[in-house]
């Protein structure tokens, strides 16, 4: 295509417009206005169309003789030498061109090679790290297995121990709430007994207006009411609450409705006045009573604290009723003591609404006559009772006559008096627990607790009685 192209460019046209031309025949004529039909421009010599077609015709400016129809067929001449001339070098450079795409080939093919060594060698040393790994684990799934098995076997013998331990739990569950009810029996029939022959609680109903009457009438009566009436700031009190309900411990009374307030009353009219002739009447004041029951009361709520296994959240000794205590004391001692005898209601399942925060005594006979006495376990405490409690204590009394030991909660063992081994119920104890050891026999479940118990008080409330008796006189 490259050749017809360059053939075709370098034949000389043909067809000429000669609107104004010679004749045909004539090969130059000389006019000076005509243009040549080649180059447009004016020339002297000027060819026909024939000359052209025939290529008949030299160049304007060169002074070469030779023809463009010579000039043509050098050039076709020249253009066969090149033709042969690229066969021949077309044929000496395939085999250049075939070595150089073989080298090539070759080249490549060895790199090929060299990273297929190298992957080789990279797949035999994971292969060698995976072989090695392979045999790590199988010593290891060896080793698994073996303690898989000996899991196994302890899984077994777990699991069998397991079952043997709920059939003992169950067993030793059984025994516990039979024990707790033999305990919670055993416990009923010590506090019955305690109120039975020790600290005994009766109720006092208040006197007929008959009999106030008939009172009035003598002229000791009278003379007696006037010792038990007070003027204490700007209005009279009556000390003696008999016309109210009252409870006795032992022997001592309290007002039903929790008012102690005749205790701080006399104690603030008597301070400092001196004692009377009149020991027994003296005896009989409101401090000495009142403070007597209330020590009864505080010693029995720690026996029974013992009995029924509670924890008192106050720590309240009997022995500081005994004490001369002012007014911010001793309401403390007896919200301690309230709040203690709540404590046991509560864990015994006492119902709410028949507690108040301020009867003393009506709690306690609450807590003797509920049918869950003897219970041990868990218990909820009634927050609003005890709010109650509280905010009646702080609203009678300032933050200043309430400090000191509130927060302490022991049960006060060390104010027991020690009891001399002469007494005839040590000695009878005693003698009866060496015969037990020397004749190999264990004595009976409480016997022992029961005796001591009922020896140390007997001797602990005598102690105290005679105690109060002695500070009187």
């Given at each position: 295509m490259?050749t017809?192209?360059?053939?075709?460019s370098s034949?000389?046209?043909?067809?000429?417009?000669?609107?104004?031309?010679?004749?045909?025949?004539?090969c130059?004529?000389?006019?000076?206005?005509?243009?040549?039909?080649?180059?447009?421009?004016?020339?002297?010599?000027?060819?026909?169309h024939?000359?052209?077609?025939?290529?008949?015709?030299?160049?304007?400016k060169?002074q070469?003789?030779?023809?463009?129809?010579?000039k043509?067929?050098?050039w076709?001449?020249?253009?066969?030498?090149?033709?042969?001339?690229?066969?021949r070098?077309?044929?000496?450079?395939?085999?250049?061109?075939?070595?150089d795409?073989?080298?090539?080939?070759?080249?490549?093919?060895?790199?090929?090679?060299?990273?297929?060594?190298?992957?080789?060698d990279?797949?035999?040393?994971k292969?060698?790290?995976?072989?090695a790994?392979?045999?790590?684990?199988?010593?290891?799934?060896?080793?698994?297995?073996?303690?898989t098995?000996?899991?196994?076997?302890?899984?077994?013998?777990?699991?069998?121990?397991?079952?043997?331990t709920?059939?003992?739990?169950?067993?030793y569950?059984?025994?516990?709430?039979?024990?707790?009810?033999?305990?919670g029996?055993?416990?009923?029939?010590?506090?019955?007994?305690l109120?039975?022959?020790?600290f005994p609680?009766?109720?006092?109903?208040?006197?007929?207006q008959?009999?106030?009457?008939?009172?009035?009438m003598?002229?000791?009566?009278?003379?007696?009411?006037?010792?038990?009436?007070?003027?204490?700031?700007?209005?009279?009190?009556?000390?003696?609450n008999?016309?109210?309900?009252?409870?006795?411990?032992v022997?001592p009374?309290?007002?039903?409705?929790?008012?102690?307030?005749?205790?701080?009353i006399w104690l603030t009219?008597?301070?400092?006045?001196?004692?009377?002739?009149?020991?027994?009447?003296?005896?009989?004041?409101?401090?000495?009573t009142?403070?007597?029951?209330?020590?009864?009361?505080?010693q029995?709520?720690?026996?029974?604290?013992y009995?029924?296994d509670?924890?008192?959240?106050?720590?309240v000794?009997?022995?500081?009723f005994?004490?001369e205590l002012?007014?911010g004391q001793f309401?403390?001692l007896?919200?301690?003591?309230?709040?203690n005898?709540?404590q046991?209601?509560?864990?015994q399942?006492?119902?709410?609404?028949?507690?108040?925060?301020?009867h003393?005594?009506?709690?306690?006979?609450?807590?003797?006559?509920t049918?869950?006495?003897g219970?041990?376990?868990?218990?909820?405490?009634?927050?609003?009772?005890?709010?109650?409690l509280?905010?009646?204590?702080?609203?009678?009394?300032?933050?200043d006559?309430l400090?000191?030991?509130e927060d302490?909660?022991?049960?006060g063992?060390?104010?027991?008096e020690?009891?001399?081994t002469?007494?005839?119920?040590?000695?009878?104890?005693?003698?009866r627990?060496q015969?037990?050891?020397?004749?190999?026999?264990?004595?009976?479940?409480?016997?022992?607790?029961?005796?001591?118990?009922?020896g140390g008080l007997?001797?602990?409330?005598?102690?105290?009685?005679?105690?109060?008796?002695?500070?009187?006189?």
């Open positions: 490259a017809s192209s360059s053939e075709d034949l000389a046209p043909t067809d000429f417009d000669l609107s104004e031309s010679t004749d045909d025949n004539l130059a004529i000389s006019v000076a206005v005509e243009r040549c039909p080649l180059c447009f421009t004016t020339r002297r010599p000027i060819y026909c024939i000359c052209v077609g025939n290529g008949d015709f030299t160049h304007s060169l070469s003789s030779q023809r463009y129809s010579d043509q067929q050098s076709c001449v020249m253009k066969q030498e090149r033709l042969k001339l690229l066969e070098f077309n044929k000496e450079i395939q085999g250049h061109n075939l070595r795409r073989k080298q090539t080939e070759i080249r490549c093919l060895r790199e090929k090679l060299q990273c297929l060594k190298s992957a080789v990279e797949r035999k040393n292969l060698t790290e995976g072989k790994r392979l045999k790590e684990l199988e010593e290891q799934n060896q080793i698994r297995s073996a303690k098995r000996k899991y196994k076997e302890k899984i077994q013998r777990i699991t069998k121990y397991m079952r043997q709920e059939n003992h739990v169950e067993k569950t059984e025994r516990f709430h039979e024990m707790r009810e033999q305990i029996l055993l416990s009923c029939a010590h506090i019955n007994d109120v039975t022959y020790i609680i009766e109720e006092i109903q208040p006197k007929g008959g009999e106030q009457d008939s009172m009035q003598s002229t000791v009566s009278a003379l007696a009411e006037a010792r038990r009436t007070s003027y204490i700031k700007g209005r009279w009190i009556y000390l003696d008999g016309g109210e309900l009252q409870y006795s411990i022997e009374t309290l007002p039903g409705n929790g008012d102690y307030s005749p205790y701080t009219a008597n301070r400092d006045s001196v004692p009377s002739a009149d020991g027994e009447l003296d005896q009989r004041n409101p401090h000495h009142i403070g007597a029951a209330l020590a009864f009361t505080a029995f709520t720690q026996i029974l604290s009995l029924l509670v924890n008192l959240p106050k720590k000794q009997f022995g500081d005994c004490k002012s007014e309401e403390r007896v919200f301690h003591l309230n709040h005898i709540l046991l209601c509560f864990s399942n006492v119902d709410s609404d028949a507690l108040h925060y301020k003393t005594v009506h709690n306690l006979l609450t807590l003797l006559k049918a869950h006495l219970r041990n376990g868990y218990f909820d405490v009634n927050p609003e009772l005890m709010q109650s509280e905010e009646n204590v702080q609203s009678e009394y300032s933050d006559d400090t000191s030991d302490e909660t022991d049960f063992i060390n104010e027991w020690p009891v001399p002469s007494l005839p119920e040590a000695e009878f104890v005693m003698s627990t015969d037990m050891l020397v004749s190999g026999t264990s004595p009976p479940a409480g016997s022992l607790l029961t005796q001591s118990t009922a007997m001797a602990s409330v005598a102690s105290l009685w005679r105690a109060a008796t002695r500070s009187d006189k």
